[in-house]
Structure formats: C-alpha cells, structure tokens
C-alpha cells in the first residue's frame, strides 16, 4: 500500500513538473522568437535568420514619433501608479480594519475592475468622456488605467495587513500612540513593501496596456497603439520586435522587484 502511495506521489509529481515545463514554453517560446528577430538584420522575418544586427534599436529611437510614444506611455504610466498608490492604499487600509453592513461587497467592487475584459472598461470609459465632453489627454489615459492599477495596489495591501496581528496597532494605541503616530511607526513600516511592490506592479500592468489606452487616447500615439498601428502596415516589423522587446524589458524590470519585495518581506515588515 505504502508503495503504491510513493509511486501515486512520484507520478503526481512528475506530471506537474510536465504541465508546468509545457506551459512555460507555451509562454515564452514566442516571446523568445520575437526576441530573436528584434535582431534579424533583414526587414523580412523569414527562417534561417541571414544576419544579426542591432540597427532596428537605434532606427527606432531615432523615430521622433515612437520617442513620442515612448515618452507618453511612460507618463501615463508613473501617474497611474500613484494614483493607484493612494486609492488602494487608503482602500486598504479603510477595509482591513472595519466591520460595517456592504463591506464584502465594497471590497468586491475594488476588485472587480481587474476580472473585467479590458474591451468593457474601455468602452464604458469611453461613453463616459464623451457623454460628459471630457477632451481625450493624458488624464483621461490615466484615469483609464487606474482604474484596474488600483486593483493590483489594493489587493497587496490587504494582503499585508491580514497577515499582520492586530495587536501590534492595539499595543500602539494602549501605550498612547496617537493616529499618526500609529501609522508612522507601526502601520507604514509593516505595509511599505507591499505599497511600494504593488506601485510597481501597476506601473508594469500599465505601461503596456492596449485595450483601455485605445478607448481613452483620443488621437494621441501612445506605445501600445503605435506598434499595433506598426504592425498592421507591414512595414516595421524588425522596430515593432526591437520595441517590445524594450517593452518587456522594462516591464520585468518592475515585476522583478516587486517579487523580491514582496518574497523577502514577512507580515511584520
């Protein structure tokens, strides 16, 4: 029986490291391909590569309009983060210390953006501007983009402060700390990683973003729409691969220290 349980147990085990091995290529052989012909010295993605080169890198910064692109997306981006920052910071704080009647289902709305496509958010946001005559700029990019950012903010938060003990605040207060003082000196020290990795977080989730940016943008360029608007030419196939590949560069790079925040952090802090 107890042989049979080990062998039940060591081909359980071997098939999640299968399924895990299959999906992880799934995921990032095609970003490897991609990766890969961001340095095809030819313009035609064709195989075997005839060269290498690194002029598409240096083309596309030179591009005025994809500097442009770049330059707002990024904008866009760090703006969505703050704001994500202390909405879903104040959110979280509000509901992980409070009882009240339509807490669960407040705490549901927070959530709920995020579960959404991308495609609803935009089109709902999209009615809202022009329903009231709100110009399409950066903010209305913005307040598109923060509205799944705070999720992220949110979520890690909350996280962090049911996994802290309550009486760490309570002992704060019964040695006559006052409000600010408790947050100062307890509250903020338990919770900066995790503000800190879920800002970071919503400025990944942000930058690369398509669906909510195309409904909010009006005319403006911003990243996301310039390579889509890049790829459906044809032209630019080479910059559009140099670009995302920039794009997910930048992208992991906030993720990565988010993870290791957030990994490297118990629940005191």
């Not at 299959?22 to 095809?40: E, R």
């Not at 030179?62 to 707002?72: C, K, P």
């Not at 959110?91 to 609803?120: K, N, Q, Y």
Request: glycine share 8%; proline share 3%; hydrophobic share 55%.
């Amino acid at each position: 029986c107890s042989g049979g349980r080990l062998m039940e147990t060591r081909a359980t085990r071997v098939g999640l490291w299968a399924w895990a091995t299959l999906i992880f290529l799934f995921l990032w052989i095609p970003i490897a391909i991609m990766a890969l012909y961001a340095f095809n010295s030819s313009n035609i993605q064709s195989w075997p590569i005839p060269g290498f080169t690194t002029k598409w890198f240096s083309e596309a910064w030179n591009d005025e309009e994809v500097r442009d692109a770049l330059w707002l997306s990024f904008r866009a981006g760090l703006l969505a983060a703050l704001v994500a920052l202390v909405l879903g910071s104040l959110a979280a704080f509000g509901l992980a210390r409070t009882r009240f009647f339509g807490r669960d289902a407040v705490s549901f709305i927070f959530v709920l953006p995020i579960a959404l496509p991308g495609i609803i958010t935009g089109l709902a946001l999209n009615s809202f501007f022009v329903i009231w005559g709100v110009s399409f700029s950066l903010w209305t990019i913005v307040i598109g983009h923060a509205t799944f950012c705070v999720v992220v903010v949110y979520n890690n938060v909350l996280a962090r402060l049911r996994r802290t003990s309550g009486s760490f605040f309570e002992a704060s207060a019964d040695l006559g700390a006052t409000g600010f003082q408790t947050f100062r000196y307890v509250t903020f020290p338990v919770v900066r990683t995790a503000i800190v990795a879920g800002a970071l977080l919503a400025f990944a989730l942000s930058w690369d973003e398509i669906v909510v940016t195309y409904f909010t943008a009006g005319a403006q360029n911003t990243l996301p729409l310039l390579l889509f608007g890049f790829i459906r030419q044809g032209q630019n196939l080479p910059i559009v691969n140099a670009i995302a590949l920039v794009v997910i560069v930048v992208s992991a790079i906030p993720v990565w220290i988010a993870q290791r925040l957030t990994s490297g952090s118990s629940g005191s802090g």
